[in-house]
């Protein structure tokens, strides 16, 4: 088992394709809730597609992209590495081991252009964010910037997500020449239920934990008051003093709930 | 290719759509996907991504894929200073770009960019990974109910690598190994100004099972 502190992120273009010596691409599996190491789940040589935001803003969020991110695991021996490479002999004598892997970011052509009531059909329905008029490019760029590159340097990259984080406290404007839907809103497709749930997963956990604590507390400590209720050989004190102890437990626990 | 017989297909599509809650959306047509194996159909639209199965030994696109690998190590391997000719203006975004203690990589999107070490096995494979997503490309076109062309019209253009520099791009990365005990992230993600995914402890656990499953218990 390995812990990280990890934030999703999701291709720009249409279809991208995987294919590495050493396994290392994790995706989300949205069902149930974790990283899926896919890469280390082929038991012979394969490749990985991921799905792009292009696509899932020309379908409609009918193919939704795919989170992933790439995990360096400390093992470096690997199943995939002598899959994919056979006879890397270079690669096992390099002393410090690393994962070399090739993504083909197939990209929608620059200059064509978008127009979502082209690929509207009864399986797409109505586009939630419809475009016209505009190029690939201009999609792609309107896509691009609301996003940091993480192929930039550390440093860059920071200041990318500082600065996005400014803009996402002020209007959600979609910019360009997207057209606003006509009609009633119709329901987020694009929306991943568990968002909520992923962006105040630190509290939550911190308050089931605290509830956890406080409640094993006050039961330890009610033990010996609820052990005075039933006739026992085992029992010690007197009914005068288990008097006493049932207020202050009382308290405790109470206080303990505040706290939280 | 992973090829399947019309039953099998049948079958597949029946369990599709007996996994679609009734309240869903009109489901996507059924359609043939070239290499990727029937029960994995339906996580390319559901999670945004899948496995692409090779038809061993002789897929040419892992026959190239290989090749490119190959080259790649000889690449990586020659110094900085020739490495750091394939720097560009452009950033990220073509070119080689180093980012120490994580990864260095090259980017490329025309042949007259690409280091001569590298361009033979780049051609082949930009050619073989190029039309499979294109031709991938076109039967999700189909799986909308769209004709392919209304998708394909976006990758065609982009299948060869050639003299001129276009969308599509193929990057090939050296990631630097882990010397900790535990893993490291050596490409993290996106902050979404629409998505705002904070940070969280996340756990992976090493778990044979494909996450394709998981579809079937959650609708079971």
Redesign the interface.
Known sequence: MTHAWVIAHKDLGLLSLVISDVPGLEVWNRHTQRWFPIERSYSKPAGSLLVGRQLERLSNGRYRAGHHMVRSYPDSTSALSQLNMHQSSQFHKTPQYCRYSVVFALRAHSPVSVDTDNLTTAITGQFDKPVIGITAQELFTEIKNSHFNINTGMQERNEQRRKLAEKSDGSSTQGMKLRTASGPPLPDRHCWNVTGAFKYRREIISVVTLIAIVATIAVALSLPSLLSLWPSPFRGGSMSEIKVDIPKLEEGFLLGTDNT | MASIGPAQMQAHAQREQEMIPAHA?????VIDLP??IPCHHFC???????????D?PTDH??IS??A???A???F??LSTDYKQTFQTQH??MEGW?C?KG?KE?ITLRSLDCTPRILKDAASA??AE??G???E??GR?AE????PSS??T??????IELGSEE??????????????????????????????????????????????YS??R??LA
């Open positions: 959306l009109v489901p996507l047509r290499r990727v390319i639209s559901d999670q945004g991504w899948t496995t692409v199965t090779f061993m696109l892992y894929s290989k490119l690998l190959q790649s190590r000889a990586f391997e950033g990220s770009n980012i994580e990589f494979y930009w990974a190029g499979f997503l294109n991938l490309l999700i799986s909308l109910d769209l209304a998708m019209v976006y990758s065609k253009p982009c276009c969308a599509t791009l193929l990057r090939i990365f050296r990631y630097e190994g882990s010397q900790e005990d535990q893993s490291k992230i050596v490409a993290e993600g996106t902050f979404e100004r629409h998505l705002n995914f904070a940070s969280f402890p996340m756990t992976s656990v090493n778990d044979s099972r494909m996450g998981t579809q218990l959650r």
